[in-house]
């Protein structure tokens, strides 16, 4: 079972930025497509950003040209750099990763870390 630890949320103004990162259990981490998702309090999970086992990032349209998605193989972590930040954001972000792609469906992911909680308010 791969697991993941999140880490780098908090509370943050307007306009401000967060760096969250992923660590990951998986041996072969390299042949995993990750991605960052979030869940605000009454609403679904959802995908922000997803990178691939090549490195190319998607992102969510509400948060393109704010989030940036990275990952360094050899430390089997995933980041994501926000700028920019609205209330909006505001969220548990999670990561998550399959083997060559993301899974669409989330609920067939089995497993989920504690998440990280973003707070965005002045």
């Known amino acids: 079972q791969v697991q993941y630890v999140e880490s780098g949320g908090g509370l943050v103004q307007p306009g401000g930025s967060l760096r969250l990162s992923c660590a990951a259990s998986a041996s072969n981490f390299v042949f995993y497509a990750m991605g960052w998702y979030r869940q605000a309090p009454a609403k679904e999970r959802e995908l922000v950003a997803g990178?691939?086992?090549?490195?190319?990032?998607n992102y969510a349209d509400s948060v393109k040209g704010r989030f940036t998605i990275s990952r360094d193989n050899a430390k089997k972590t995933v980041y994501l750099q926000m700028n920019s930040l609205k209330p909006e954001d505001t969220a548990v972000y999670y990561c998550n990763g399959s083997p060559g792609t993301l899974r669409a469906d989330l609920r067939t992911y089995n497993y989920w870390g504690q998440g990280t909680q973003v707070t965005v308010s002045s």
């Open positions: 990178i691939s086992l090549s490195g190319s990032p």
